[in-house]
């Protein structure tokens, strides 16, 4: 096993792993209920962490880091039509969205 993830926010974690298991990554939540423990240990050791089979680790790390699909909407710079994040291209007047 390999760790992937780790972060304080229990909530990112799951996330994280609900993201690999979409993609069909089995993972791992460790050390999720550590933090209460926090005080006694280094904080360092208190976070939530992520696990995937050494053989999933690479493609797993690929996918965590895509850049989010959600995100604030955007507007089109060559006609201003606003476009919610999901888009990449206008669908008004076609242009793509700027990088
Ligand atoms: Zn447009």
Redesign the pocket.
């Known amino acids: 096993m390999k760790r992937v993830y780790s972060s304080f926010n229990r909530v990112a974690v799951h996330h994280a792993r609900n993201l690999l298991e979409t993609e069909g990554i089995r993972a791992e939540v460790r050390n999720e209920f550590l933090a209460s423990a926090m005080g006694e240990l280094p904080p360092a050791e208190c976070q939530a962490e992520l696990w995937v089979r050494e053989e999933d680790a690479q493609r797993a790390q690929e996918i965590l880091r895509r850049p989010p699909p959600g995100g604030p909407d955007w507007r ?6 606003s476009l919610g994040p999901q888009f990449t291209q ?1 669908w ?4 793509l969205r700027a990088p």
């Open positions: 089109c710079g060559s006609c201003g039509e206008c008004n007047c076609g242009a």
